[in-house]
């Protein structure tokens, strides 16, 4: 980590901060004393001492998070104490509502005029697309949000009607959610939606308990359109960088075919 260490991080965001009201002596040194800090995030000074001086075990997940309230660190910050004090990314915080979409990111999608585009949230709402994916999977704008959710379309929805290769798709979507409801934490809304889909569909009950975990990554999908006929998509998953929980999933027609018969669906959508 470039020579970095949990220590010099906290003492540097420490030094960073308003001091805290004069008791009654004059400080030659800037910032927050150690002794507010530990008070802040609820841990004693001897411990949070130890932790500026690289001593004891790893703090604990809520030890972290109480540190970066104390600290008022976010975004790339929270990330870099997670690094430092746990050796791995912090689990992602389920916004209240979708982060919003920059509009550069709408621009970016809009711009691609035959290849489906949509960015999904921590929760695998749909919270942009643009026309080519609307020809593909239907209008998101017309639908209400509560009903934009990727898994529950996939499993509660037509998929199954179109997709050539459904059950090998559905392993691969189940492998990356199982990753982020145990970066969610079991009583996320990540792990909600798990136990809601168990509930109501036989399918995601019998794939669930399985082991196998994955990414989102890069692959192929084939399938059967109503309106284009059959199509294979090359698809990859990118992380909206500085919006966090966002990714935007890409589906570029894998032949010249593909792409005409795409041409045509978006052609035919009304303006």
Known sequence: MLGLTLGAFLREHRRRLPPAPDRGTRRRTPGLRREDVAARAGVSVVWYTWLEQNRGGP?????LERLCAALSLGGADREMLFLLGRHRAPPLRPPEMPPPVAP??????????????LVKNALWDVVAWNRPAVALWGDYGATDPAHRNLL?????GGARQHLVDWEQTARFLLGA??????RAGPASPQAVLAA?????DPDFRRLWPQIAVGWHGVGR????????????????????????????????PAAASDRDALARMVAALPE
């Open 177 to 182: 959610f199982r990753v982020d409801v145990a």
């Open 104 to 117: 550069v990111v709408q621009r970016v999608m809009d711009a691609m005029p035959d290849t489906p585009a």
């Open 221 to 252: 999908k084939e399938l059967v359109h109503p309106v284009g006929g059959r199509l294979r998509l090359d698809y990859a998953t990118f992380d909206v960088v500085g919006a966090e929980g966002l990714s935007m999933l890409v589906f570029t």
């Open 59 to 63: 703090p604990s997940d809520e030890v």
């Open 196 to 200: 809601e889909l168990q509930d109501l």
């Open 152 to 156: 529950r379309r996939f499993f509660l």
